[in-house]
């Protein structure tokens, strides 16, 4: 599939551009900074693929006394979510959309405070969504998965409603940050048939999952560092470093109607986030057309408030989202 599809894209430019492509030289060339290479999402029908996601970060709640800096207190917290997904082809269309099915194969939550019964986001183990999804990386069908999350986030609430609907802790959006953004790098390449060059950069947006309910943005540069021959394959090095997005996101909130929330986060008020700064690193396989593995890392900087303003709180939140390859299966 990936030699048809690269076959495709360079029939249109040249057709377009009426030139020819000048040859790479042999398999693990090097690309240099006039070559252009095509960054596409292939599958191959008798390949399962397996990877490992982990969210976790690293919470620091400080109460500043504003009358007294040495009477402020800071409070810390951890939380995490590893999961083990599949992605297996259904569909593989060569020109068009392949259909793939993804299985949550299990997940492992952890809280350093204390809560209710187990987290919500623990009932993605064992639950699958159909998507489809074009070489370019563009995701075109998303309702199964977002009627997944909704049912998930329904999950967080205590069944006890006399004293209102009420929200556990949780880390579903940590799974809308993996799996809705799949691809993101390869996706949001502007002209994707015209390939990126070393040194390229590009634009898109991805969310920012908190331990209180927000529908953050972070804006993502995206830049092509370097390609890298390898037995495997020639893999290219994304960069993407991360700020603080105005722009009002459209990915969904997967909870439904009014509520209180639990837990630590649920004393505070009025949360606005004030910065957000990081960077990460993606290894892509250019010749097998997937994510080897990447990992972000960034730094969000917020500000809250309680009903009786008498300490101000700041919280810091160290992230860390990584995503590997652990197997691929033979169907």
């Known amino acids: 599939m990936k030699t048809k599809i690269k076959v495709f894209a360079l029939v249109w430019i040249l057709i377009s551009a009426g030139g020819c492509p000048r040859p790479q030289g042999g398999k693990f060339a090097n690309v ?28 620091d709640v400080v109460l500043e006394d504003p009358d007294n800096a040495k009477n402020s207190k800071s409070n810390k917290y951890h939380e995490s979510i590893e999961m083990v997904v599949s992605y297996r082809p259904v569909k593989v269309s060569e020109y068009s959309s ?7 194969e299990s997940v492992k939550v952890s809280h350093s405070t204390a809560k ?36 998930l986030g ?27 953004f799949l691809w993101d790098s390869i996706s949001s390449v502007p002209r994707p ?13 991805l969310s920012v999952p908190t331990p209180m309910v927000m529908q953050v943005a972070r804006d993502v540069v995206y830049t092509l560092k370097e390609i890298r021959p390898s037995e495997e394959g020639k893999i290219a090095v994304i960069d993407s470093t991360y ?26 008020v009025n949360y606005r986030v004030t910065d957000i700064r990081g960077s990460g690193e993606e ?5 097998s057309g997937r994510v080897e593995r990447y990992e972000q890392n960034y730094d969000a900087d917020m500000t809250a408030s309680l009903m009786i303003p008498i300490v101000r709180p700041k919280i810091k939140i ?8 652990m197997e691929v299966i033979s169907n």
């Open 32 to 59: 240099t900074k006039s070559g252009a290479e095509l960054l596409t999402v292939d599958f191959r029908q008798s390949e399962t693929l397996v990877y490992k996601f982990i969210s976790s970060r690293d919470i």
């Open 98 to 104: 392949s259909t793939i099915e993804a299985r949550c």
């Open 116 to 151: 209710r019964g187990a987290d919500a986001a623990e009932g993605f183990a064992g639950k699958t969504f159909k998507f489809d999804v074009r070489a370019s990386g563009r995701i075109e069908s998303k309702a199964d998965l977002e009627r997944l999350l909704f049912s």
């Open 154 to 180: 329904e999950a967080a609430f205590r069944k006890n409603t006399e004293k209102g609907r009420i929200k556990e802790p949780d880390m579903v959006c940590d799974i809308l940050a993996t799996q809705w």
């Open 193 to 205: 048939l015209e390939g990126v060059r070393v040194g390229d950069s590009w634009n898109s947006m």
């Open 243 to 268: 700020k603080f997005s105005g722009s009002k996101s459209s990915w969904p909130v997967p909870y439904k109607g009014s509520f209180q929330q639990s837990g630590p986060f649920g004393f505070y």
């Open 283 to 287: 290894l892509y396989n250019i010749d």
């Open 318 to 325: 160290k992230q860390k989202i990584t995503m590997e390859l």
